[in-house]
T-cell receptor
Framework: KAGVTQTPRYLIKTRGQQVTLSCSPI?????VSWYQQTPGQGLQFLFE???????NKGNFPGRFSGRQFSNSRSEMNVSTLELGDSALYLC?????????????FGSGTRLTVV | GESVGLHLPTLSVQEGDNSIINCAYS??????FIWYKQESGKGPQFIID?????DKRQGQRVTVLLNKTVKHLSLQIAATQPGDSAVYFC????????????FGKGTKLSVKP
């Protein structure tokens, strides 16, 4: 079966712009989590969506937001981009994200802010 | 909260030797632990997991050991191969935080032929 698909793979944006990243989970998975990966901070949790509702949120500023659609696809948006937002953004899907785990990651979107 | 610590940022082993990668966590309520492998340009790939009601779990060439007393987790790779070269992360989840994995900083494993 198809894995977790993230688009686009690479993105270059200018400071101050906004960006939208997309994640299509594995078919049947209803939980989608987003992570930011940087060399300095490692993998950090952004937020998790389940059945179109944000269920959990990490310690990121309000410029980072997300949503989930009825088909479980998810998008995350970063507004007013800063240089420090340059990172690999990963999404992971799971059947429930709760006690029945099994998170599968996509290959990520590499965002470069210049 | 939860934090996950790293014992060694890099590890170099000879092909055919066994590798041991260690991880420590802080929250005694943590109940689910996962090891991921990340190769360059790819997302983390699931290797093996273990729940807090177990202290050992084996997969193909990999074993995860969990010591809840000292809040320590290890991944053992038997007969390490060049294809095992990657960054290995432990990830921890605890009951109060659905969908939220706390990751360690990762250990970069290099396998010398």
């Amino acid at each position: 079966k198809a894995g977790v698909t993230q688009t686009p793979r690479y993105l270059i944006k200018t400071r101050g712009q906004q960006v939208t990243l997309s994640c299509s989970p594995i078919s049947g998975h209803r939980s989608v989590s987003w992570y930011q990966q940087t060399p300095g901070q490692g993998l950090q949790f952004l937020f998790e969506y389940f059945s179109e509702t944000q269920r959990n949120k990490g310690n990121f500023p309000g410029r980072f937001s997300g949503r989930q659609f009825s088909n479980s696809r998810s998008e995350m948006n970063v507004s007013t981009l800063e240089l420090g937002d340059s990172a690999l953004y990963l999404c992971a899907s799971s059947f429930t994200g709760g006690r029945n785990y099994g998170y599968t990651f996509g290959s990520g979107t590499r965002l470069t802010v210049v | 909260g939860e934090s996950v610590g790293l014992h060694l940022p890099t590890l170099s082993v000879q092909e055919g030797d066994n590798s041991i990668i260690n991880c420590a966590y802080s929250n005694s309520a943590s109940d689910y632990f996962i090891w991921y492998k990340q190769e360059s340009g790819k997302g983390p790939q699931f290797i093996i997991d273990i729940r807090s009601n177990m202290d050992k779990r084996q997969g193909q060439r990999v074993t995860v050991l969990l010591n809840k007393t000292v809040k320590h987790l290890s991944l053992q790779i038997a007969a390490t191969q060049p294809g095992d070269s990657a960054v290995y992360f432990c990830a921890v989840n605890y009951g109060g935080s659905q969908g939220n994995l706390i990751f360690g900083k990762g250990t970069k494993l290099s396998v010398k032929p």
